[in-house]
């Protein structure tokens, strides 16, 4: 009889992959489903980014292996992107790593950096990933709340309270997802402090930060930052991208030849055109981001009404790619809730449990969906 690692027993399938299943069996029955659920933009990358890519296509070098460190204009697109964007300089030979999405990012900083026990300083409400691969790796997940009453942003005197002599890492991740808290620099210096004073790698997970957001910031920008800080990004949201699986990891040098180390031995360089279609995506200027968030924000207004007439209160603040409300009053669950209007008005919601114990009493729904749509699906709430 053929047996699984152990490993396997410390998480189980994506809330996404498993639920989608079950939303898509019910497309198939004939559901007119309305899926608010995930953030996979249904917008197009720029025609000058496909241009690029199927130009790629006709070059020598385009069907071979490429460098794990990817091409050399490829970082250097990335570090012109962040001196352009966030005003941070960054050596594209020895601070930044190409990555085939940033997700993949998380696996690698944990291989890199995590011994078996090791204790992981994760946000609750936060990605979900942040704890299964650290499950996988054998680490041990950590959670610091998060909550409304501080605006999302975590209660430092509780974390010097914790015992903090196993903590190797700390996951952040603003402009927050899921709740859009966008964050802030006086935030970010307070915890580049943290990280120095105890010595744990600081990661910022930061792949919203143009989305809806007329200020957009980096870690990086903290002065010292380097010295123990990591920031994932990705050109998914921000470049409507997120199928081509293109993103990075940037900051202490160090941190990246050793997140280098891994990398190199789980793939074998990210294809040449979409590297291409990557680089012609950095150039990008204020137009772009100007003419996506006119969309979204649109979307954004609409969705707000949908969430109302659910009863739910919105988090208004929040930027980035989802709306986050609370559930009206009464409501003991969310995922209940959730699969009532599933069933009964064919529109798919993401419950806020999926984020942490904390999300419970939260729903959050996706902007990845259009304004005639969004519409639908208020004019069912009323039928």
């Not at 859009?180 to 744990?200: D, T, Y």
């Not at 123990?228 to 990891?249: I, P």
Request: hydrophobic share 40%; proline share 4%; net charge negative.
């Amino acid at each position: 009889m053929i047996t699984t690692a152990k490993r396997l027993d410390t998480i189980e399938e994506y809330y996404f992959s498993s639920k989608l299943r079950e939303v898509r069996q019910l497309a198939s029955e004939g559901k007119p489903i309305i899926n608010m659920g995930i953030g996979s933009p249904d917008l197009l990358p720029s025609k000058a980014v496909v241009d690029a890519m199927i130009a790629a296509m006709q070059e020598d070098a385009a069907h071979q292996y490429q460098s794990y460190q990817g091409l050399p204009e490829l970082r250097q697109g990335m570090a012109d992107f962040y001196k352009n964007n966030y005003n941070v300089t960054l050596n594209p030979n020895t601070e930044i790593l190409p990555l085939m999405g940033s997700k993949e990012g998380i696996m690698h900083i944990s291989l890199a950096f995590l011994n078996e026990g090791d204790q992981v300083l994760i946000p609750n409400p936060g990605y979900p990933t942040y704890t299964s691969v650290t499950n996988l790796v054998g680490a041990v997940p950590i959670y610091y709340d998060l909550k409304e009453n501080t605006n999302w942003e975590p209660d430092f005197e509780a974390l010097e309270k914790l015992d903090l002599s196993k903590v190797k890492l700390l996951w952040i991740g603003y402009p927050h997802m899921p709740t859009g808290a966008r964050g802030n620099l006086e935030l970010f210096e307070k915890l580049v402090a943290f990280a120095k004073k105890h010595q744990i790698v600081l990661v910022n997970d930061n792949p919203y930060s143009f989305v809806l957001n007329d200020n957009p910031m980096s870690l990086l920008q903290v002065e010292g930052a380097k010295e123990v800080a990591l920031e994932l990004n990705s050109l998914s949201k921000t470049f409507n991208m997120a199928g081509w699986r293109v993103g990075m990891v940037l900051g202490n040098a160090a941190c990246i030849d050793a997140i280098l180390k891994v990398k190199s031995n789980m793939d074998s360089g990210m294809f040449f055109g979409i590297q291409k279609g990557a680089i012609e995506a950095l150039k990008s200027d204020a137009s772009w981001f100007e003419e996506m968030n006119a969309i979204y924000k649109k979307r954004r207004v609409l969705t707000e009404e949908l969430a109302e007439k659910l009863g739910c209160k919105v988090y208004k603040e929040g930027v980035g790619l989802f709306v986050w409300a609370k559930l009206p009053q009464g409501i003991t669950s969310a995922e209940k809730f959730i699969d009532q209007i599933l069933y009964e008005k064919s529109i798919f919601i993401t419950p806020g449990t999926i984020f942490g114990s904390n999300g419970e009493g939260y729903i959050r729904f996706s902007l990845c969906v259009k304004e005639d749509k969004v519409q639908e699906a208020i004019e069912r709430l009323t039928l």
